[in-house]
C-alpha cells in the first residue's frame, strides 16, 4: 500500500495567517493526489483534485502544489470557516490511502 | 441536484453481517465509479472499497477483503455493502461517495458524499 504522512499532525493559527501542511507518499503517486476539508459531524468536502486543481466554489486562497511524494496544501489567509481537519488522499492505486490528518485550530 | 443517502447501519454483534445501502439520485448512475469510505469515532478516514460502473471491476481495503463485497442495481440507483463477520474496530461512520463534477467519473476524487451512517460492532 502507498502510505500517506502528513505534517504536522495539528496546528493553531490566527485569522489571516498563512497555513501549509504537507503530505508524504511512500512511492511515487504522480500527480493523483486530492485534498479534502471536514468539519465536525460533517462529510469531507474535495478542495483540491489532481494536486492542484481547485474545485468549483472552493476559496482562491486555497492552494494545493507537488508531484511525485510531496504536495503542499496553502491557506494564505486563512479564515473563520478554514478551522478543520484536511486529509490527503491518494488515487494513483488501490486501495486508495489518507494521510491521517492535520486539525487546524484557532490561537 | 446530486444526492446520496446511507441507510442500513446499527448495532451489530461481533460475527455479525449488516447490509448498507447507498440510494443515488440527480446523476446519471450507472456511469460512475461509487466508492465506500468510513470513519471510526476520533479517527481518521480510510478508504473501503469501490465499484465501476457496470459492477465488472472491484476493489477492497486489505482490512476489509474477504469479508466485505460491494455491489450495485443501477436500475435501481442503489450502491450495497454486505458486510459478514464483523469485528469491532469495523466500527465506524460509512459514507457512500462519487465524483460528478470532475472528467473521470469517479475513478480519481470523490466530491460527492453522503452523511454516512453509522455502524456499531459490540456485544
Known amino acids: 500500500d502507498v502510505q500517506m504522512t502528513q505534517s504536522p499532525s495539528s496546528l493553531s493559527a490566527s485569522v489571516g495567517d498563512r497555513v501549509t501542511i504537507t503530505c508524504r507518499a511512500s512511492?511515487?503517486?504522480?500527480?493523483?493526489l486530492n485534498w479534502y476539508q471536514q468539519k465536525p459531524g460533517k462529510a469531507p468536502k474535495l478542495l483540491i483534485s489532481?494536486?492542484?486543481s481547485l474545485q468549483s466554489g472552493v476559496p482562491s486562497r486555497v492552494s494545493g502544489s507537488g508531484s511525485a511524494t510531496d504536495f503542499t496544501l496553502t491557506i494564505s489567509s486563512l479564515q473563520p470557516e478554514d478551522f478543520a481537519t484536511y486529509y490527503c488522499?491518494?488515487?494513483?492505486?488501490?486501495?486508495?490511502?489518507f494521510g491521517q490528518g492535520t486539525k487546524v485550530e484557532i490561537k | 441536484e446530486v444526492q446520496l443517502v446511507e441507510s442500513g447501519g446499527g448495532l451489530v454483534q461481533p460475527g455479525g453481517s449488516l447490509r448498507l445501502s447507498c440510494a443515488a439520485s440527480?446523476?446519471?448512475?450507472?456511469?460512475?465509479?461509487m466508492h465506500w469510505v468510513r470513519q471510526a469515532p476520533g479517527k481518521g478516514l480510510v478508504w473501503v472499497s469501490r465499484i465501476n460502473g457496470d459492477g465488472s471491476s472491484t476493489n477492497y481495503a486489505v482490512s476489509v477483503k474477504g469479508r466485505f463485497t460491494i455491489s450495485r442495481d443501477n436500475a435501481k440507483n442503489t450502491l450495497y455493502l454486505q458486510m459478514n463477520s464483523l469485528r469491532a474496530e469495523d466500527t465506524a461512520v460509512y459514507y457512500c461517495?462519487?465524483?460528478?463534477?470532475?472528467?473521470?467519473?469517479?475513478?480519481?476524487?470523490?466530491?460527492?458524499w453522503g452523511l454516512g451512517t453509522l455502524v456499531t460492532v459490540s456485544s
Open positions: 489532481s494536486a492542484s
Open positions: 512511492r511515487s503517486i504522480s500527480s493523483y
Open positions: 461517495a462519487t465524483d460528478v463534477g470532475g472528467p473521470w467519473f469517479g475513478e480519481f476524487s470523490l466530491d460527492s
Open positions: 488522499q491518494q488515487s494513483y492505486t488501490t486501495p486508495w490511502t
Open positions: 440527480g446523476f446519471t448512475f450507472g456511469d460512475y465509479w
